[in-house]
């Protein structure tokens, strides 16, 4: 045996490598398999950076299709309800620069809202009721409806089909425990050369 | 006994003097007294009384909502005037919900009793009636007394802390209670003690700025197995974890709380109400609370009832409003200004300073970062403080995070060393909020998330139960017809339809007796006609005698027509006769 490896060096090499070929490949093969991953990692990323207000704003029927067409290459400033953090947070996780949101799917709203209705007025139509993505309305058939203002995302969804045009998207008051220290002025860069250059 | 050294720290003008020339004043009733439901952390309380409404002093007037709140009690007699929306003290100036009495003027307390013999009142009735009490830690947090209390089994405690450092400049709230009221305050480290099965070590935290009170605690203490631990004074050393340090060398894990290690650290202001809560029966309803600064001409401490205007206090301390600089809730380094003199004082008003011009200027400009360091050098959680400021300013939480932001106590240090007058701690704390509404936000949005996927899921099944019943439906219609094709065939149905035509035919002997009724009729027709005819011969035009001609023709030719359908149908007749005999 040993001979004939050192009588033939090169068949000896060829025949070791191609075994070596085989066994990792066989491994490589097998793990491929075994841990193979179920669906679209980057989609779950995104789709947990995306705010879930479900609005279809940016043309797609909610945030996880939008998430799946960022992974696709769809541009990702097309989210008015999550804003310049939402595109900054998905440029930081995709590692491109991040664009200003698209003006053409909305503007970012300064203050949260959700869906009011104003219940004298409802007819009981429940059109609002498919409308709404997380299931934030109840009410039945020729009965009131209502919302519920903890569920709402102010998604906008149910005011288009409203017959009577009874729902308004009200502004959510902050609470005293939800309020937080404002941001301190910033840095004015004065320095005293400044100052008396002023004068 | 030994004491550890924390990092960091600061050594502020203490300013403590001035408002301890004067033992602890009351003052006059307050017409009006504002009691705001939120005063603790936790849930607020709920309103149990209705506008107009008769109250005692003492009585309660709002209900903890759940456990980690605590109740109201009235601080004095008189009627619920409102229920609603008051300023309250919060850095933030917003309004919040109070219940406002106006004052009888009698304060008349309603009955009430404490424990006889606490030592034989079991911990959990001690912890009920101090939760019944509303007591919330007095020292500045207000987390409810009662919670703190009862760290349950797997939480034994061993060390005992009362926290009378009173680190903050000014503050001498705490300082003039244990002067006057040291006997009450061990009765209620007695109560603690009981409460929390004997602890091996009870240590009373004290810095040495406060000899007074040092000296007339210890003869209370005495062969108590109490401890007196006097510590160089240094801000901030009343923090929790600071003062654990200090007084045990155990550093508190980040995220923990005392219990965790065994250990239990409470106010001594809030021990002192205790004891009145068990051991006399009141409720919280005054505390002592620090009037001082240059723009007020009496500096002193007053028993204050909760829900005194601070502008109360004021009229009755001499204040100046012009020689003001701004007017602070808490002290120089950790109270927020008040931008409303009507503010009620609350249970964790430790402390209202009105600090002349001199004393607190305005801010200074901002200055860029030197990064000359001193803020690192000062902070005691032993944090970055410049790191953090970078960070806070680019809104990079996850670094912040990953920097102890959280560990900040927001003691205000740094901002106090800063040569650059950099509001350190304000941006920290606008960060903290930052990172909060960011974790809540996204708690809401995975909410959405799920119940998004849960609604595409039911429009789905919806679809499907729409589909599987259609199918069903089909199914049952093919059935049906399979069903009728299998009774016969198709000549089947029209032989029977063919009978059924037949049935409804008349018989071929009525059929012959109707013909014969015919021919009989047209006969006579033809009779008549001839009978007209024969009579005519002699009085008529020829016209006429061609027209009755006419007519016995056609009677004569109709005559034939029956004759020739009643010989056509015996023919039929006949032969369908034939045919069954030959069958």
């Known amino acids: 045996m040993i001979d004939s490896i050192i009588q033939q060096p090169i068949l000896a090499a060829l025949v070791a490598l191609v075994g070596l070929g085989i066994l990792f490949g066989a491994l490589l093969g097998f793990a491929a398999e075994k841990f193979k991953v179920e669906g679209d990692p980057i989609v779950e990323q995104l789709d947990e950076l995306l705010p879930q207000t479900q609005c279809g704003q940016c043309g797609f029927p909610g945030c996880r299709p939008y998430a799946e067409s960022i992974a696709n290459g769809d541009a990702i400033n097309k989210c008015p309800p999550g804003g310049q953090a939402t595109i900054n947070a998905i440029a930081n996780l995709l590692d491109v620069p991040a664009p200003e949101l698209d003006a053409e799917h909305g503007e970012e709203a300064d203050v949260k809202t959700v869906a009011f209705i104003r219940e004298d007025e409802c007819i009981g139509c429940t059109k609002c009721i498919q409308a709404c993505p997380v299931d934030a309305i109840l009410g039945a058939a020729k009965l009131m409806h209502t919302v519920i203002a903890d569920e709402c995302t102010g998604c906008d969804l149910c005011v288009e089909p409203c017959p009577v045009d009874c729902i308004d998207m009200l502004p959510v008051a902050e609470t005293i425990g939800q309020w937080h220290w404002p941001a301190p002025a910033a840095v004015a860069d004065l320095i005293a050369t400044d100052r008396q250059g002023a004068h | ?583």
């Not at chain 2, 901030?236 to 290690?261: F, H, M, V």
């Not at chain 2, 030197?370 to 032993?382: D, N, Q, V």
């Not at chain 2, 790191?387 to 932001?405: G, I, P, V």
């Not at chain 2, 960011?438 to 849960?454: C, L, N």
Request: glycine fraction near 6%.
């Open chain 2, 1 to 583: 006994m030994k004491t550890w050294v924390t990092p960091g720290g600061v050594h502020p003008p203490e300013n403590k003097q001035q408002s301890l020339t004067l033992p602890i004043g009351n003052l006059p009733l307050p017409d009006k007294l504002v009691i705001p439901l939120s005063q603790h952390i936790g849930a607020p309380a709920v309103p149990c009384v209705e506008v107009g409404k008769k109250v005692l002093k003492g009585q309660k007037i709002a209900e903890a909502a759940g456990s980690v709140s605590v109740p109201l009690h009235a601080p004095t007699s008189g009627t619920i005037t409102a229920i609603e929306h008051r300023p309250i003290a919060h850095s933030s100036g917003m309004l919040a919900p109070c219940i406002e009495i106006t004052s009888d003027g009698r304060d008349k307390w309603q009955k009430y009793e404490g424990f006889e013999d606490y030592e034989n009142a079991t911990p959990a009735a001690l912890v009920k009636a101090i939760s019944e009490a509303g007591i919330a830690g007095m020292g500045g947090a207000g987390f409810p007394s009662a919670v703190k209390l009862n760290p349950g089994f797997h939480h034994p405690i061993d060390t005992l802390i009362i926290n009378a450092t009173e680190c903050e400049p000014y503050i001498t709230a705490d300082d003039s209670v244990i002067r006057e009221r040291a006997a009450e305050i061990v009765t209620g480290i007695g109560i603690l003690s009981h409460m929390l099965g004997r602890p091996h070590n009870i240590l009373i935290g004290i810095e040495d700025n406060k000899p007074e009170a040092i000296a007339a605690l210890e003869p209370h203490v005495a062969e108590s197995g109490i401890s007196v631990v006097s510590f160089p004074t240094k801000y901030p050393s009343g923090g929790e974890k600071q003062l654990i340090y200090i007084l045990t060398g155990k550093e508190l894990p980040s995220n923990q709380i005392p219990a965790d290690i065994g250990m239990l650290c409470i106010n001594i202001g809030t021990t002192y109400a205790i004891k009145r809560a068990i051991v006399n029966g009141e409720p919280l309803i005054s505390r002592v609370t620090t009037m001082t600064g240059e723009a007020c001409g009496i500096n002193r401490n007053y028993e204050t009832l909760i829900g005194t205007p601070v502008s109360h206090l004021l009229t009755h301390s001499d204040f100046d409003q012009d020689a003001c600089s701004r007017l602070i809730m808490g002290g120089p380094m950790m109270g927020f200004s008040l931008t409303d003199t009507d503010v009620p004082v609350v249970k964790t008003t430790n402390c209202i300073l009105a600090p002349s011009h001199q004393e607190i200027p305005d801010n200074q400009p901002v200055q860029p970062c030197i990064r000359c360091g001193l803020c690192a050098e000062a902070c005691p959680a032993s944090l970055l403080p410049q790191q953090l400021y970078w960070y806070s300013q680019a809104q990079d939480h996850d670094r912040l995070e990953a920097h102890n932001l959280f560990d900040c106590i927001e003691c205000g240090a740094c901002s106090y060393v800063c040569p650059s007058n950099i509001p350190l701690v304000q941006h920290y704390r606008h960060s903290k909020g930052q990172i909060n509404k960011a974790r809540a936000d996204k708690v809401k949005s995975d909410q959405a998330r799920q119940r998004f996927e849960f609604h595409q899921q039911r429009i789905e099944r919806a679809e499907k139960e729409k589909e599987q019943k259609r199918a069903a439906r089909r199914n049952a219609a093919e059935k049906a017809q399979t069903k009728t094709a299998a009774s016969g065939s198709a000549a089947d149905i029209i032989a029977a339809a063919q009978a059924r035509a037949a049935a409804k035919k008349v018989s071929p002997e009525q059929q012959q007796a109707k013909l014969e009724r015919s021919i009989a009729g047209a006969e006579m027709r033809v009779q008549m006609a001839k009978e007209k005819l024969a009579e005519a011969d002699v009085n008529q035009t020829d016209e006429q005698k061609n027209a009755l001609i006419a007519a016995v023709e056609t009677a004569k030719q109709k005559l034939e027509q029956a004759k020739a359908r009643l010989a056509e149908h015996v023919k039929q007749h006949d032969l369908a006769d034939n045919g069954e005999k030959v069958d």
